[in-house]
């Protein structure tokens, strides 16, 4: 306690838990880089820095066949882009009717769709399971971006509404009455305002969409449309018993820093989605 | 922030409000806007929904599916059933105690580095939240089998750090044997994952406290342990409802941690979790009926939550 008391005690107090959470919230992150660029032989050397700096495990699951992990690192782009786009069309609609408009019932529907966010996506596996399989939808880009588009929705709903609730929207009659044309006045007044809000749930649904396991391991069966997190399941050591740890440390690594870095970059907005009461998923 | 958009609030409803034919018209609007989403909701979920209920009242398993067996009209007996049978009561509790332990876990965790957030500079304290944003945005998958690693008996940081501070026993020590240090390494994973939304959550909070309030206390005399139990901490007691409620609802749902870390629910199925458990009565089990009503009872559980979460985000204000 005595070292809280004088100032330069507690800078250095501060300075350690400071480099302390850092290190808990990153190391893990690093570690997994370290691991993924070491070779083979030395992969079990325990040392955190890799001795010599090896890409062989990109290279064996890129140069492996193509439904191991190019294919599924595609579909998974693929999925969680056109899910994104769909999801953020329809939430802007009905955010916009949420924030805009006047209607009965309208607290009851952002109840609904909060519980919808809530709802344990595994009571609908089977379900759903019978219902792509009797449409045709099983293991197809579809039968991945529906599920994907419909448990994302309420997400993007909820957070586009937050946004547009803080939108001046005296400003679009103030635009029409200075002349400008209805879509004059969205294009230049209100587009520019909504854009951070549209863009920030993007980033969310998209990390939603490109995390999911639960969807992608039941609702695929083959490299047609299996996603990363699904196809990493695949993997296989040199024998049965063995944990293919290089390969799989590169894949999470491909997958992983696209993300944190997005993240990084875009996260001012993405902290502001979050405390906007956003859910993650 | 708040007067301002009520303002701006009061004066769109004093346009509006004195003709009811906007109104009207304002519904129809609605209706076209909606649609689209109502449709996909109802296609994708509500059906659904109707049809888990549905099988969850049959004995439908693999003979059934493959139609070699005739539907069976159970009624209640695969509730009655999961009722009686120990084994779902084992997995429920163990669902509540690990949920809670991650709850508790990220809730501490989180508060705790917003507080250290709010102290600190400018510049450690976007080290801060660059480092918690990178470990929020690390997929599940990739997160479980960075934990998986670290704890690895041959290959593992975790066991090479603890022997080399003095702990010689820790060496090859093999963490996911026992159940409950497999419990232990999940939690860890899923706190490490989900403290940064805790924590920019409480950040927020914590920064819309006005400074003076805090001023007055410190020249009154109160000290730090005061200023946090007395003034800061009920200031931000409806966040931290939320907070709680919203974790209480992901951690009761885990299932790739669970799935990937412990290969599907351990040996025997002691790591199980409802989630998990749902997924192989239904998958692995094949039997669709007793999966269907694992997971009528878990939706319901999870409505129950979903309501006290509710009427707290509306006591907090925040309810669109």
Known sequence: ?281 | MTLVGERRRAADVAVRRPKTAVHLGDGRAAFRYLLPAGVLLLAVLAYPLYQLVQISLYEYNQPQASGAAPLRFLGLDNYAELVADPKFWDVLAATVVFAAVCVIGSLVVGTALAVVASRARPVPRMLLFLAALGAWATPAMAGSYVWLFLFDADLGLVNEVLSGIGFSGMEGHAWLYDRYSTFAVVAAEIIWCSFPFVMVTMYAGIKGIPAEVVDAAQLDGASWWRIATRIILPMLRPLIVIATIQSIIWDFKVFTQIYVMTNGGGVAGRNLVLNVYAYQKAFAGEEYGMGAAIGVVMTVLLLMITVLYLRAQRKAGWAP
């Open chain 1, 1 to 281: 306690m005595a070292i809280l008391q004088s100032p330069a005690g507690k800078k250095t107090a501060w300075t350690l838990v400071d480099i302390f959470v850092i290190v808990y919230a990153l190391f893990p992150v690093l570690w997994i880089l370290s691991l993924s660029l070491k070779s083979s032989e030395t992969l079990a050397d325990k040392s955190f820095f890799p001795t010599d700096i090896s890409f062989e495990h990109y290279e064996t699951i890129f140069s492996a066949d193509v439904s191991l992990f190019i294919r599924p690192l595609i579909n998974s782009i693929g999925i969680s882009v056109i899910a994104t786009l769909i999801a953020v069309v329809l939430g802007t609609m009905a955010a916009y009717a949420i924030a805009r408009l006047e209607f009965p019932g309208k607290r009851a529907l952002v109840g609904v769709s909060l519980l919808i966010a809530m709802f344990p996506q595994i009571s609908l596996i089977s379900p759903l399971f019978e219902m792509e399989r009797a449409l045709g939808l099983f293991d197809t880009w579809p039968g991945l971006i529906l599920p994907f588009v419909t448990f994302a929705l309420p997400l993007a709903i909820y957070t586009l509404s937050a946004f547009f609730r803080e939108i001046p929207w005296e400003l679009e009659k103030a635009a029409k009455m200075d002349g400008a044309t209805p879509g004059q006045a969205f294009r230049k007044v209100i587009a520019p305002l909504a854009a951070p809000g549209v863009f920030t749930t993007a980033i969310l649904v998209f990390i939603f969409c490109w995390n999911d396991f639960l969807f992608a391991i039941s609702l695929t069966s083959t490299e047609n449309a299996r996603t990363v997190p699904a196809a990493l399941a695949f993997f296989t050591g040199a024998s049965q018993f063995e944990t293919p740890t290089g390969s799989l440390s590169a894949a999470a690594v491909i997958i992983t820093i696209p993300i944190i870095v997005f993240v990084l970059f875009f996260q001012r907005r993405i902290v502001a989605g979050l405390t906007s009461g956003a859910v993650k998923g």
